[in-house]
């Protein structure tokens, strides 16, 4: 079993930036990939980015893109979400996953372990 606590979620103005932690706890954590979803009530868990078991690669949803870094520190058992540039559509409850495989997947159903998500709000 691996538990995934998410923080660092909160109120931000437009142009903001905000910085995500997802804490694991039960199994190596250098064994899993990470995956960063978000959702708003009513709509599918959404990707947002992925990374590697090891940090090295990392994919982005295009609404990410340029605005949003991923990252995995394996000695913290942490993974990061930096979102810069926020904008109101970036609302939702954020989630980290993580899957015993090397890279990380944009597809819900690809992840074993799932946090119990941070709200994010982009509002002025």
């Known amino acids: 079993q691996v538990q995934l606590v998410e923080s660092g979620g909160g109120l931000v103005q437009p142009g903001g930036s905000l910085r995500l932690a997802c804490q694991a706890s039960?199994?190596?954590?250098?064994?899993?990939?990470m995956g960063w979803f978000r959702q708003v009530p009513g709509k599918e868990r959404e990707f947002v980015g992925c990374?590697?078991?090891?940090?090295?690669?990392?994919e982005s949803a295009d609404s990410a893109q340029g605005r949003f870094i991923i990252s995995k520190d394996n000695g913290k058992n942490t993974a990061y979400l930096q979102m810069n540039d926020l904008n109101p559509e970036d609302t939702a409850v954020y989630y980290c996953?993580?899957?015993?495989?090397?890279?990380?997947?944009?597809?819900?159903?690809?992840?074993?372990?799932w946090g119990q998500g941070t709200q994010v709000t982009v509002s002025s």
């Open positions: 039960g199994r190596t954590f250098s064994n899993y990939a």
């Open positions: 990374i590697s078991r090891n940090g090295a690669t990392t």
């Open positions: 996953g993580a899957r015993s495989t090397y890279f990380g997947s944009r597809r819900v159903g690809d992840y074993e372990y």
